[in-house]
């Protein structure tokens, strides 16, 4: 039971990870909102669907479009919304707030609803590892997780395009003064979000259904582990990811699923009056107003 | 001239409406019909549908004869969401509300999806006489309320299964499972909602306790919920030999896709929603094959035994092109307006406490079987569609056939155990 809890627990962190990870590039690095992101998330779940049913494309082909989609959302979201009212960070978050919403509405009035809105599984079958089974595309959720993070890390830290998604955040007009286009960097940050939002889906979804109310949860989700790991660090990121994912499985495993919930929120409050900034995160200004 | 002209025109034009085919359903006055639903739940969706289908029958053929004076049905609906996670429970009375107060709905169908919001309208419906047929809420709370205030709630009715009826189906196949295999150790794993903590419950007290089973755990999930690797491993780890599921969420389905994943050794035999449906051996890849599950009223799934349910079933298929996939809800929700229309009918009015009266006497034979009201408003199940309503279980098969294996009277096979599960007997 420990040793199944142990694992499943890997799993449910590595979700939670892949699921911030967009966000936290987006909003987090580069200081772009982007709260449609559970709204690209079951966007790109969606396409991939209707590439591979409607269509009838193989399912390699059909993950490739979607993120492309979720890419081309992202550049439509930054040149469409986000540039009009770019400086006014409230504005910026309800206005892809809504946006999420009307996606996701959309596809509920388009009648996506019910069960029968499944991707399948990249490998079937499952590994049995000391008397605990777990299925091979849960291997690759873990899998995935810790390859995009390691990713991420790398390219926030030691890339000129990284450095320039941290410097945007940190003083736009700074950032202008050493010739980054703002302008250019958000929008990349907006797509490359996108993409990451899009790869989570492929990935997460052919585990269970895909279904509209998803998509509040994703960002919930998101928001939760962004908020304690601290927005804008990759290893706040992976540490909060664990600390919610395996709080979350022992949780369930020892108490009661029902209480899973409370574990993201209770964390949410202890580290907002802790630690304001989150577990990792260096934003001074919001420490010392707080 | 000019006048002769004028005149002529003007008779023109009265002949013209006198001779113009009126239908006495279309131009009379409609009975209105609220239908507060929740729309993202498939049982919402195909309910509404249904509701609209028997509408439309009903207005082809005249409408509702209402006295001397046939009147149609028209259909009001409102997307309450009362099913999703997170929607008060005052947003759908305040939806009940606008039905009656605003689009002036003669009565209330296929109202307040969820019990706890059901159990909530039934002061609003009673406030204003205005009787409500109940499709999805399965909450034996409804019965108690019209048994202990009747004259104050007297006018909420049921069409569908209850939580109480649902036990009775589930307790009869986990009789036979016992007698047949010997097993007697159950897990039980439901969703946090009222009528699934209350079906727990029952189960429990009025199955498990008295039969003599061991209830080895059991776990309470979030509507919502996607990972359910918690309960399977516990479920395996005390060596349940049954796992009784009890869902209606669509994320259920990955429960199935775990079950099958994990190698749980246990036989899945409850409710989940997404595997009452056709489509489900597609959706979840032929995977669930061994798993069996309630179809809470017959008409869901055509019973060759009762051809009433079949000529339902086709009906639908045939106007919306796809099968029914829901195991419960649209059955009832096409019968309870033919059950309306009959009961005002009777009254010769649309008066809410005339039509409770009548209401209370129905006896219809339909798609779910025999359908009359019981004291508490709860139509009657049972295990004789020739006596009561009925819903069934089944058993999902090599190559995606649903074989319905309890009750008796319409079982069309025995049940089989999966692989890597033994009989004890």
């Known amino acids: 039971m420990l040793f199944g809890t142990l694992i499943y627990g890997f799993v449910n962190s590595a979700i939670l990870a892949l699921l911030a990870m967009g966000f936290n590039l987006t909003f987090g690095i580069s200081g772009v909102a982007n709260f449609a992101y559970g709204a690209v ?22 993950v490739i479009l979607a993120i492309i989609l979720a890419i081309l959302m992202g550049l439509f979201i930054y040149y469409g919304i986000i540039l009009r009212i770019k400086g ?12 999420g919403l009307a996606i996701m509405e959309l596809f509920r009035y388009f009648d996506f609803v019910g069960f029968r809105y499944t991707l399948p599984v990249f490998i079937d079958g499952s590994l049995n590892i000391g008397d605990v089974y777990i299925d091979y595309q849960r291997m690759i959720i873990g899998l995935i997780a810790v390859v995009l993070t390691f990713g991420l890390y790398l390219f926030t830290n030691h890339t000129r395009m990284g450095l320039a998604f941290r410097a945007i955040a940190q003083d736009e007009r700074t950032a202008l003064t050493f010739g980054i286009d703002s302008d250019h960097v958000g929008a990349l940050s907006m797509a490359i979000g996108c993409a990451l939002a899009a790869i989570a889906a492929v990935v997460i979804l052919p585990l269970g259904t895909i279904a509209v109310e998803g998509g509040y949860e994703v960002l919930i989700n998101a928001l939760a582990v962004c908020i304690v790991g601290g927005l804008g660090s990759t290893v706040g990121i992976l540490v909060a990811s664990v600390l919610i994912g395996y709080s979350q499985t022992f949780t369930a495993n020892y108490l009661e699923p029902h209480w899973m919930m409370l574990v993201s929120l209770i964390a949410i409050a202890v580290v907002l009056i802790v630690k304001p900034s989150g577990l990792f995160s260096h934003q001074k200004e919001l420490e010392e107003r707080i | ?44 969706k195909e309910g509404l549908s249904c509701v609209k289908m028997a509408v439309d029958e009903i207005n082809t053929s005249g409408g509702v004869k209402v006295g001397s004076v046939m009147r149609p049905f028209k259909v009001v609906a409102i997307d309450a969401r009362g099913a999703e996670p997170g929607v008060p429970v005052s947003d759908v009375i305040r939806a009940h509300k606008k039905l009656i ?15 706890e919001c059901a159990i909530a309208c039934m002061d609003v419906v009673g406030q204003y006489k205005v009787p409500m047929i109940l499709g999805t809420a399965m909450s034996p709370g409804m019965q108690k309320k019209v048994m202990t205030d ?51 419950d029952i189960m429990i007290k009025a199955v498990y306790d008295k039969m003599g089973w061991e209830v080895v755990g059991r776990q309470q999930y979030p509507t919502g919920s996607s990972d359910f690797s918690a309960g399977l491993m516990k479920a395996k780890a005390k060596g349940a030999q049954v796992i009784l599921p009890i869902f209606d969420m669509p994320q259920s389905g990955i429960l199935v896709k775990q079950w099958k994943s994990m190698h749980i050794p246990a036989l899945m035999a409850g409710f989940i929603s997404p595997l009452a449906g056709p489509g489900a051996w597609k959706t979840f890849d032929g995977k669930i094959a061994g798993a069996m599950n309630c179809i809470f009223e017959i008409g869901n799934m055509p019973v060759p035994k009762v051809p009433k349910s079949v000529e339902f079933y086709e009906k639908y298929l045939k106007k919306y092109g796809k099968p029914i996939e829901a195991g419960h809800s649209p059955a009832p929700a096409y019968e309870m307006i033919y059950v309306l229309k009959e009961a005002i009918e009777r009254a010769g009015s649309v008066n809410g406490d005339k039509v409770v009266a009548a209401l209370e006497k129905t006896d219809r034979v339909g798609a779910m079987g025999r359908i009359k009201f019981g004291k508490d408003h709860q139509v009657v199940y049972g295990n004789n569609p020739e006596v009561e309503a009925l819903g069934c279980m089944i058993q999902w098969r090599e190559p995606g056939k649903r074989v319905i294996v309890y009750p008796p009277s319409v079982a069309e096979g025995k049940i089989q155990l999966p692989e890597g599960l033994k009989s004890l007997k």
């Open chain 1, 41 to 62: 998330y079951i966007f790109s779940g969606f396409s991939v669907w209707i590439f591979l049913n409607t269509i009838g494309l193989p399912y390699l082909i059909s």
């Open chain 1, 88 to 99: 006014m960070p409230l504005s910026e978050v309800m206005a892809t707030f809504g946006l």
């Open chain 2, 1 to 44: 001239m000019r006048r002769r002209t004028c005149f002529f025109v003007f008779a023109l034009f009265f002949l013209a409406i006198w001779i113009t085919p009126i239908n006495n359903a279309t131009a009379a006055e409609p009975i209105i019909l609220g239908v507060p639903t929740s729309l993202g739940f498939l049982e919402g």
């Open chain 2, 101 to 115: 107060l605003e689009d002036k709905a003669n009565f209330i169908v296929f109202g307040s999806f969820r019990s």
């Open chain 2, 150 to 200: 009747y004259d104050k709630y007297k006018y909420t009715f049921r069409a569908c299964l209850n939580a109480i009826y649902l036990v009775k189906y589930l307790g009869g196949t986990m009789g036979y499972l016992n007698k047949e295999f010997g097993f007697n150790k159950v897990f039980i794993m439901n969703q946090d909602v009222a009528w699934a903590r209350k079906t727990g």
